[in-house]
């Protein structure tokens, strides 16, 4: 396996990251569980709407969730209920799912690590009540990428792309991880995996690849791919 080579700040990459991680999340999770699609405000005592043909939307390495939304005040409004119905109900893997999806994405969107933690937390007790949760899986894979426990994140995110194949969130952390744990030729075959799959495509995926690039040490390549994302980026 291939090693990592420490990065130097390279100026297009690094806004490119900046950019793309701000404004796109996560979208591996079924419709049984927050997916996080940006805008849409939380309902009181409903969960967000997801696509009913199980469609996903790829986001950026770190993030998840686009079945919450991508504010922390609606987010600070909707974590209250969802804690309630857990509190009530253990059991209830779909609340416990919820709430994993809204702590894992204000951590995403202020950066507190406490709410990653929460959102593992969450996510685990989604998994007691209900063990084949894939959404809950997949949140768990994706805290644990954010909280730097990458080989945990890649062992989760692996056995829910053995379940689903098809499951890009999945995929693409299993694929970060990697990167990560300095497996850059394991990673470059799972971001090929990722982007053959339907709508796996745009800023989320090039800033992946604008990352393998310069590791790769193809600085062409990095640019190319930084400069695509940032382009896309609204």
């Known amino acids: 396996r291939q090693g990592i080579r420490r990065p130097r700040t390279v100026g297009f990459l690094a806004a490119a990251a900046v950019v793309v991680l701000a404004t796109y999340g996560f979208g591996a999770l079924r419709g049984a569980a927050p ?3 940006p805008g849409g405000p939380v309902a009181a005592a409903a ?13 950026a390495p770190g993030s998840t969730t686009a079945l919450v939304p991508g504010s922390i ?3 600070d409004h909707a974590i209250p209920i969802w804690s309630a119905n857990v509190a009530k109900e253990p059991r209830d893997f779909f609340s416990a799912t919820t709430l994993a999806a809204l702590y894992h994405e204000r951590g995403r969107l202020s950066g507190d690590l406490a709410d990653q933690q929460k959102a593992l937390e969450a996510a685990m007790t989604a ?5 084949q949760e894939t959404p809950a899986r997949v949140i768990e894979a994706a805290s644990k990428f954010t909280l730097h426990d990458f080989d945990g994140a890649y ?7 053995r ?13 970060d991880a990697e990167l990560e744990l300095g497996h850059v030729a394991d ?14 495509t745009g800023p989320a995926l090039d ?10 040490g193809d600085g062409a390549e990095a640019r190319q791919r930084s400069e695509a994302a940032l382009a896309a980026t609204p």
């Open 127 to 131: 998994e007691r009540a209900a063990p």
């Open 47 to 59: 969960a967000p709407a997801a696509p009913a043909d199980g469609s996903t939307t790829l986001a």
């Open 155 to 161: 062992g989760v995110a692996q056995a829910v792309v």
């Open 207 to 216: 800033v992946r690849l604008a990352r393998l690039a310069y590791l790769s």
């Open 163 to 175: 379940d689903e194949p098809g499951n890009q969130t999945a995929l693409a952390v299993m694929a």
């Open 73 to 75: 005040d609606q987010i």
């Open 35 to 37: 997916r996080g699609l």
């Open 187 to 200: 990673a470059g075959a799972d971001y090929d995996r990722l982007a053959a799959l339907p709508g796996a």
